[in-house]
């Protein structure tokens, strides 16, 4: 499965990394510039907390999935019912067609993990 990263806002950044790193024994770093705002685990798929904001994927948590052709898999996505909440030429916020939130970000597929999903999120 291409899932890249779990990203997830918090009230209280100290705090929510306290119960991650202690309920599923992780480390989190501080994100390295280019990367945006935030902490993120270097394992793959990583997870990701950041502030939260107004913003389009700052609400809520929000799995992203890889995808080798952004574009085509936003137009699959629609067909399927989906809807495209904020589109970006290297992310999109989506939702399926329940209405569950979720994310897709393109690139090529490797076992590294995301780079860069807070400056993605923020700045498509």
């Known amino acids: 499965m291409p899932l890249d990263l779990i990203e997830f806002p918090a009230d209280d950044l100290a705090r929510a990394r306290r ?22 685990t270097p394992t793959a798929p990583s ?10 994927g700052d609400r809520f948590s929000l799995p992203y999935f ?21 589109p970006g ?18 690139g090529e597929f490797e076992s590294e993990g995301m780079q860069g999903v807070e400056a993605r999120r923020h700045h498509g």
């Open 19 to 40: 119960f991650w790193e202690t309920l599923l024994d992780v480390t989190f770093e501080e994100r390295k510039a280019g990367e945006g705002q935030g902490l993120q």
């Open 47 to 56: 997870l990701g907390l950041h502030e939260r904001g107004r913003g389009p």
């Open 66 to 86: 890889r995808v080798a052709d952004l574009a085509q898999a936003l137009e699959r996505l629609v067909e399927l019912g989906g809807s495209v909440v904020h």
């Open 89 to 106: 030429e290297r992310w999109a916020i989506c939702r399926d067609s329940e209405g569950s939130p979720f994310a897709l970000t393109a």
